[in-house]
């Protein structure tokens, strides 16, 4: 098995990356009161002295006062934060890396366990986390305006900064995705329908405002999943058919890369075709993806919250698919948050070297 194709370059616009490796973004909840620390710009600066690709940030929020439920992840406003991400963007370019961040409203949440509250109740298309579970409001006309316009002032930041791309999170069953999916959109409005074509508008208006914000040049990435936190096996786009109503009206907003977030990459995602969800989202609109879940690793994510560790794992059924020309961009997760060194042991065989994934990982910035 050969490596090589996963260490390309790669050039969207504004993102010129040296290898199509890229560090999937993942909360770490180490920025007191929303700001990045001195810390976190040598977290993601070692990433990228250790020559990953594209470095995607943790989720980092917009400025709506109940964008999040944790007071220790990083805002992306505000003069602090800012300057804070100044820093990261700084250390990682210092570094020789490349790095966008990930935009982030979570929605409706349940209660942080610390027991903090952000000033005004969680909001979203209705009130609902999750079919039975209400813990929010539904947002008015007026607060969709805001909050559309708060994403293309995050992004228009994250280009004033210098970052190199910007992502969207519009997966994991946060705001964006809670349009998406009827378990939680119940509007009658505009926003709201029986299909999941018409659940997409607030999403597409957000990427149109991202767009308008930071001109044609910047590379737009947006993050989806068909899985909802509270239901693994969940598909948004049931057909292909349905797939493509979904993703052209996204492109026609201004998508440049899909993120395509699995559990675990190697799972189809319709019947009679082994292509999974980047291989499909490519295929469908012609863009560029990334694909993600448990590569080089035995066990997927979610288990690893509770408990579960994982092994490191062979890289040739990706390889297989990334040779084929399914997707892109790789992204990988618990393997680069657990060792900074990661990408530089896959390159150099040095598979003896690599390191398994158990919950520690994540009690420090390694
Ligand atoms: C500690 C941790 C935090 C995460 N936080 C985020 C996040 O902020 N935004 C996001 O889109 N995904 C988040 N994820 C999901 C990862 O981006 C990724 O999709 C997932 O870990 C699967 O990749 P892996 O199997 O290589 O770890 C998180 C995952 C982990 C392990």
Request: hydrophobic share 40%; proline share 5%; charged share 25%.
């Amino acid at each position: 098995m050969s490596t090589a194709n996963l260490f390309r370059p790669f050039s969207l616009k504004s993102l010129n990356i040296k290898n199509r490796i890229v560090m999937a973004p993942m909360t770490r909840s180490f920025s007191p009161a929303g700001v990045p620390t001195a810390d976190v710009a040598a977290y993601y600066s070692r990433r990228a002295a250790g020559e990953v690709g594209l470095i995607l940030s943790e989720g980092t929020v917009i400025d709506r006062v109940s964008s999040s439920n944790d007071p220790n992840v990083p805002h992306f406003y505000g003069t602090k934060a800012l300057a804070g991400w100044k820093e990261v963007i700084h250390s990682v370019h210092h570094a020789g890396g490349s790095m966008g961040p990930q935009i982030w409203h979570m929605g409706i949440m349940d209660n942080h366990h610390s027991g903090w509250l952000p000033p005004a109740p969680f909001e979203g298309p209705s009130d609902l986390n999750r079919p039975g579970f209400s813990n929010g409001v539904a947002m008015t006309q007026d607060d969709i305006d805001a909050a559309v316009k708060a994403y293309g002032k995050a992004a228009a930041e994250a280009k004033r900064l210098g970052f190199d791309c910007v992502e969207v999170h519009g997966a994991h069953g946060y705001l964006i995705d809670q349009f998406f999916w009827e378990g939680t959109n119940n509007r009658s409005d505009n926003y709201g329908g029986q299909t999941l074509a018409e659940r997409t508008r607030f999403g597409v208006e957000v990427i149109k405002e991202v767009r308008r914000q930071v001109g044609e040049d910047f590379t737009i990435i947006l993050r989806l999943s068909q899985w909802k936190p509270a239901d693994y096996t969940f598909k948004l786009a049931k057909t292909p058919k349905e797939m493509e109503s979904w993703l052209e009206p996204l492109v026609e907003a201004g998508v440049d890369i899909f993120h395509c977030s699995q559990r675990r990459f190697w799972e189809p995602e319709f019947e009679g075709s082994d292509l999974n969800f980047a291989g499909w989202a490519k295929k469908i609109t012609g863009k560029a993806t990334i694909t993600v879940g448990s590569v080089g690793l035995s066990g997927e994510f979610l288990a690893a919250f509770k408990g579960e560790s994982s092994e490191p794992s062979s890289l040739e059924e990706l390889m297989r698919r990334m040779d084929r020309g399914d997707f892109d961009l790789v992204a990988v997760g618990r393997p680069l948050l657990a060792d900074p060194n990661w990408v530089q042991k896959i390159r150099d065989e040095r598979l003896s070297e690599l390191k398994g994934f158990s919950r520690e990982a994540l009690m420090q910035l390694l």
